[in-house]
């Protein structure tokens, strides 16, 4: 069974600074999708950014990327230029790239929480 | 277009109760997941639904917990007889399809609490 594990249960960062959230994760698959979602204090979640583990080049989305480990299986996130709107708990999550059914569950880690001062 | 919606989004509910939470993802997605996230932990899949047929329950914790989507699009989770340990938030995401790489988006969740 694949996991997710996220070893910062809270982080904090400066407005302006960057931060990296760290997240490893299990699988015997070669197929699959990794995820970064953010939750905010409303509870909606929202996908950040995704990374396809067939692709080599690391995925970004404006202020944030990703250091993609395959090999290591790890799968970081890096916010630059942190703001106050990034206050959140933020989701590490794994999908397989297998077609149907079960296999397309989001499996999470347990969340890192990031606090950004002013 | 709208997201995805849930009601209620808070729900007290006396030990023994039967609950029902509802959930109307974006129109025209064909999958429907149900997750549960208990308090500081991350969202465990519970269900899955591609348009009317439940493919997956695997992740449903007892044979109390019942979900439906019978028109292929709304879809209701239902507690029987609410235990103290049901207390979380109920999230429900779509998928315009079921291939890995289409994005689930979520409702806001529905806080459970069972006092």
């Known amino acids: 069974a694949q996991t997710v594990t996220q070893s910062q249960p809270e982080m904090s960062v400066q407005e302006a600074e960057t931060v990296t959230l760290s997240c490893t994760y299990d699988t015997s698959e070669s197929d699959y999708y990794l995820f970064w979602y953010k939750q905010p204090p409303s509870r909606q979640m929202i996908l950040v950014i995704r990374?396809?583990?067939?692709?080599?080049q690391n995925a970004t989305e404006n202020r944030f990327s990703v250091n993609f480990q395959k090999a290591a299986k790890s799968f970081s996130l890096k916010i630059s230029d942190s703001q106050l709107g990034d206050a959140a708990m933020y989701f590490c999550?794994?999908?397989?790239?297998?077609?149907?059914?079960?296999?397309?569950?989001?499996?999470f880690g347990t969340g890192t929480l990031l606090a950004v001062q002013p | 277009g709208a997201g995805v919606s849930q009601s209620p989004r808070y729900k007290v509910a006396k030990r023994g109760q039967d609950v029902a939470l509802r959930c109307d993802p974006i129109?025209?997605?064909?999958?429907l997941f149900w997750y549960q996230q208990a308090l500081g932990q991350g969202p465990e899949f519970l269900t899955y639904f591609q348009n009317e047929a439940q493919l997956d329950k695997s992740g449903l914790p007892s044979d109390r917990f019942f979900a439906e989507r019978p028109e292929g699009s709304v879809s209701t989770l239902k507690i029987q007889r609410t235990q103290q340990e049901d207390s979380a938030v109920y999230l429900c995401a779509s998928s315009f399809l079921e291939l890995a790489g289409y994005e689930q988006y979520f409702g806001p969740g529905t806080r459970l609490t069972v006092t």
């Open positions: 129109s025209g997605h064909v999958s």
């Open positions: 999550a794994y999908r397989s790239g297998f077609y149907g059914g079960a296999t397309n569950k989001l499996i």
């Open positions: 990374q396809e583990a067939y692709k080599q």
